[in-house]
């Protein structure tokens, strides 16, 4: 028998916004089938159990994971158990989906080790150009506050709360360098920018890589029950007018698909949780 198969798994929940991306995530994690969970009220959650010896998964890159967070390449693997729901749009769906699986996971007693927000994203130029990978070092609800005749207050900054979230630093600095992804800010929006101008503001006031709707939702659920939290974000387009005929979101989920193959093994073979 595998030693490794005594041991229990890594338990990931990935929170998307649509099934599209959900199943680009199953994909990517590898030859394992996804199977129904029902144990998620409301959603249906997806459930894939990585087998120990995953060596038809899609290879890592070449270069090495550090040893920092993510561990060597050479580490032996361990087992990686992944829960996928499609949240909906939005970081309210987000936020309500996430904290479902999280306390139901910690209901039954098997709580997750790490959460990920992850999909398809508005690139800010030329930070992050369509086609390329983003891993979030903060998570930024960049439109809660007040509006003003002198500009954007932060809810921060009105003393009702806080509008971002750290991302694991360590763990998601690690995976930024070995996808070859950008490694910034990911800003969350209940609009979505169609104006030159808004894109400005907000590249200049945050100095964001990528733009989305779901990821503070998501972080807020993780913060709540103390779990580390990465986004991972592949651009589709460009943040700013809206020009559909540039959109290149079969690409993207194609980016996501790939990238998810890639985090597979970074976790297999790291470091084991608790991850920073």
Known sequence: MNPMNLVNPVRLLVVTAVEAERDAVARGLGPTAAVGCGDLPGREMLRIGCATDTSTAPAPRTTPAPRTAAGP???????????????????????????????????????YHLVIAAGIAGGFAPIADVGSVVVADRVIAADLGCQTPDGFLSVDSLGFGASEHACAPHLSAAVARVLGAVHAPVLTVSTATGTAERAQDLRQRHGAAAEAMEGFGVAEAAAVHGVPLLELRTISNTVGPRDRAAWRIPDALAALRDAFGVLHNVLARGAPPPYT
């Open 73 to 111: 390449c050479t580490a032996p693997r361990q087992p990686l158990s992944t829960d996928l729901v499609a949240g909906g749009v939005g970081p309210a769906a987000a936020a309500a989906a996430a904290d479902a699986a999280l306390t139901v996971a910690t209901v039954h007693g098997n709580p």
